[in-house]
């Protein structure tokens, strides 16, 4: 479905039947052109080379889903890969990533060689009864351990990318926490030099004689003895907002780059300049470096009604994905998470009140 970057619905004007999505959620230039379709199930086999394969179920017993009605914008692929990922590095999730990526495939969308795919099994002289079909499931085997490296990857450069944000906000629990390993992901490093008090005081070091080695174990001597001072859990000691230019450089080269090409928009048969997209990565992929780069300006954060809206940010309360769409929202609609809100503002309002009183006693005397 269209939407425009804010996500209002806007009337497609594309031929229901043809089920190819122009999406004007992402306008200007590289629109995203892509298709939708699902495999009715996968099952799982061991090579010896390519180790675990997802192979597709492609008969006329379980034929494809090749109009969904469901379909995931892009904003919401990114969100729900996102979502994915969380579940599988999460020690307290019940069911293995295999699974997990399995399910996602089959309420989502097929991951792989997507145009390719979808273009052979719309084919006219395409038939579910014949070999076609075992062609067709064989180009859509994918390797888990792909999958799961592309989904790392997202998934790291996303929480970054949510982590930078709220620096804006001086919301430093995101990245405070990035470096926490899950069940499959390497917790991301970016951050950890801002966590340690590093400062070595300037000592006398004349005793050494400018012998390096000595000079060494004096101060390693003098460390032993004046351990520095850290900060306490859950707070940095050096403001990482200090070198958000620098962290944003980071980000960037964690986003990779896009071919663009000329693609056919069915809606109305003529060309697009489209970003090449052929698995739901690159989509995603696609979506977050739009996200960013309708970002402000870091200095323009703060200002009331530059908040953007329509970003992905992560619960305050749950940890899930989801895209705001109201300029405060810092927690997603799940019930619990609105009363962790509740409880959390009243405590603010508590607090508030308690240091005006406190102040108001003050002057008074
Ligand atoms: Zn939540």
């Known amino acids: 479905m269209p939407y425009n970057w804010n996500g209002d619905y806007i009337e497609s004007r594309a031929d229901k039947n043809t089920d190819i999505l122009g999406f004007g959620e992402i306008g200007g230039v590289g629109q995203l052109i892509y298709h939708n379709f699902r ?25 494809p889903d090749l109009t969904p009605k469901d379909n995931l914008s ?18 307290s999730e019940e069911n293995d990533h295999k699974a997990l990526i399995i399910e996602w495939c089959k309420e989502n969308m097929h991951p792989y060689a997507i145009d390719y795919l979808y273009n052979a099994l719309t084919d006219d002289n395409f038939d579910i009864a014949d070999i076609d079909a075992e062609m067709a499931a064989r180009d859509g085997i994918f390797s888990i351990e792909d999958f799961m490296t592309d989904l790392e990857n997202l998934y790291n450069a ?24 899950g069940r499959h992901f390497q917790g991301l490093p970016y951050f950890e030099r801002y966590k340690l008090n590093m400062e070595i005081p300037d000592i006398d070091l004349s005793a050494a004689k400018g012998d390096l080695l000595e000079e060494m174990k004096l101060g390693n001597k003098y460390l ?17 907002y200090d070198e958000y230019e620098k962290l944003r450089e980071r980000l960037i080269d964690c986003i990779p780059d896009f071919k663009l090409r000329l693609k056919v928009n069915p809606q109305n048969n003529r060309l697009v300049f489209s970003a090449d997209v052929n ?18 300006a870091p200095e323009d954060f703060g200002k009331e009604d530059e908040r953007p809206e329509g970003i ?20 997603c609609d799940r019930p619990d998470c609105q009363k962790a ?8 309002y508590r607090r508030r009140k308690a240091i005006e009183k406190a102040q108001a006693e003050k002057n008074k005397k």
């Not at 992560?314 to 405060?328: P, Q, S, V, Y």
């Open 279 to 296: 698995s739901v990565f690159d989509i995603a992929w696609y979506v977050l470096a739009r996200m960013m780069s309708e970002d402000p």
């Open 341 to 348: 809100r509740n409880a959390k503002n009243q405590r603010d």
């Open 74 to 91: 892009g904003k919401e692929i990114l969100t729900s890969l996102c979502e994915l990922a969380r579940r599988v590095d999460d020690v």
């Open 39 to 63: 495999f009715a199930d996968y099952k799982l086999k061991n090579d010896k080379k390519s180790g675990l394969l997802a192979c597709p179920v492609c008969n006329k017993k379980s034929p």
């Open 312 to 331: 992905m940010i992560c619960c305050h309360h749950c940890g899930r994905f989801f895209i705001r769409n109201a300029k405060h929202q810092q927690y």
């Open 224 to 240: 032993a003895e004046h351990p520095l001072e850290q900060p306490p859990e859950g707070e940095f000691y050096t403001e990482p």
């Open 158 to 181: 996303a929480r970054f990318y949510i982590a930078l944000e709220a620096f804006c906000f001086a919301d430093n629990e995101p990245a405070y926490e990035m470096y926490q390993t």
